[in-house]
């Protein structure tokens, strides 16, 4: 079953205000989490707290480092509607090794509410999401 509490604060931190009941309700069921995963490919981010992952860091080993250097611990809540593991909390390296394979969108959140990572549909760079502190790199 999702954790709703961690979808809300990463709803509310990261996504514009104008979709956030829009997202939410697509995280509603299982039915809804399906038609969810065609929209995770255009997530509408707010601006300013998005940073693109260099492109030499946007794999699962180097992926883990950042997060935890940015306060991410051992586990994430995973948003990524066409895998198993959907709406469950993961080890960070498992979850970082199941979505880098994949090439469908996928969300890794770390600390509700104030980080996560977001992996856009391939071939697309990954993006980690801070609501707090400097970015990484060049923002979006």
């Known amino acids: 079953m999702p954790d709703p509490g961690h979808e809300r604060a990463f709803t509310r931190a990261f996504i514009t205000s104008e979709k956030r009941a829009r997202f939410l309700q697509g995280l509603e069921g299982p039915k ?3 038609e969810m995963a065609e929209r995770l490919g255009q997530l509408p981010l707010l601006a300013g707290l998005a940073t693109e992952v260099p492109g030499d860091q946007d794999f699962p080993e180097e992926l883990e480092k950042l997060l935890r250097s940015r ?3 051992p586990t994430c809540h995973l948003i990524a509607c066409v895998l198993k593991a959907d709406g469950r909390d993961l080890p960070l390296r498992q979850a970082l090794d199941l979505v880098c394979l994949q090439a469908a969108p996928a969300i890794l959140s770390c600390l509700p509410g104030q980080l996560a990572y ?3 549909p ?5 993006v980690v999401l801070e609501a707090k502190g400097q970015g990484l790199g060049t923002r979006l």
């Open 118 to 120: 977001y992996k856009p």
């Open 122 to 126: 391939s071939p697309g760079l990954g």
């Open 71 to 73: 306060g991410a611990g």
């Open 32 to 34: 809804r989490r399906k």
